[in-house]
């Protein structure tokens, strides 16, 4: 999880007392040790323009750390909020051999798209190590300095070395990692925000309403401290009494593969 010393106390606390206890290791991607949380200090400079500095410095050491432990890595930054269960129901229909990785997908500046920094992105255990042992160290497959877009630099440096980016939404074409708040995506129409940069960069189009999101969404993005304990609470802890989920939809929510289920989606 990308965070700072000054988030420490804050954003990232809640991220590990939240949604973070649900994943099998999480580490802190920061710049100084904190005794309250794991850390993983990088040598890069604190600065916002050398994030991809401390990613690539992450994926590195997490290439090192737990390459033989774990099948799946995913980059998340502290004020991404994650259900780990919907993740790990996404990634069971693929084989973590295969090169490659999930996420919000953009369209734009890297051939065949990149996946959003904020909403989170996943790699499978081949694509890590394609990244770290064949991309990483060449200068002419992967950007060495620590300057520049950290998603997009992502993006061109698992391209070269093959990485396919993977469709993650659901049946019903929704989408399941989000690059902002609930209320954002539900709220938010295409003929209402002209000009707004994000309906030029998403690669599939975004339905509207209660239909942006999947029941299965995986992550949200510029999620505070507050909204991420809101959230814990209506996903974990509320539960309207007596309601049968099978009655509220004409069809499962479930990953890709039937593509009549899109057709059966009501708007």
């Not at 698992?158 to 995506?185: A, I, Q, W």
Request: hydrophobic residues 35%; aromatic residues 16%.
């Amino acid at each position: 999880v990308m965070t700072q010393p000054n988030n420490h106390k804050t954003k990232a606390y809640q991220v590990y007392r939240t949604w973070g206890k649900r994943c099998t290791y999480v580490e802190f991607l920061t710049t100084e040790a904190d005794p309250e949380i794991p850390t993983i200090v990088s040598p890069t400079k604190e600065e916002y323009g050398q994030i991809w500095g401390k990613t690539k410095f992450g994926f590195k050491t997490a290439y090192e750390k737990y390459y033989n432990k774990v099948d799946w890595v995913m980059k998340a930054d502290d004020d991404t909020y994650v259900i780990v269960e919907n993740l790990r129901y996404l990634l069971s229909s693929y084989n973590t051999s295969d090169p490659i990785w999930f996420g919000f997908e953009f369209k734009v500046i890297v051939k065949d798209g990149y996946m959003s920094g904020g909403a989170g992105y996943v790699l499978s255990k081949e694509a890590l190590r394609r990244f770290a042992e064949i991309s990483l160290p060449n200068a002419t497959l992967c950007q060495q300095d620590d300057g520049g877009a950290e998603d997009v630099n992502m993006g061109n440096c698992l391209k070269s070395v093959g990485v396919v980016s993977m469709d993650s939404r659901d049946n019903f074409g929704r989408y399941r990692f989000l690059p902002f708040t609930p209320e954002n995506h539900i709220g938010q129409r295409e003929w209402n925000s002209q000009g707004f940069w994000y309906w030029s960069y998403i690669k599939y189009p975004e339905n509207t309403g209660m239909h942006c999101c999947s029941d299965l969404a995986i992550s949200f993005h510029y999620v505070n401290p507050q909204m991420m304990i809101l959230l814990e609470y209506l996903i974990y802890h509320l539960r309207p009494y007596g309601l049968d989920f099978d009655k509220i939809d004409d069809a499962p929510t479930r990953n890709r593969g039937n593509t009549s289920d899109i057709l059966r989606l009501a708007f």
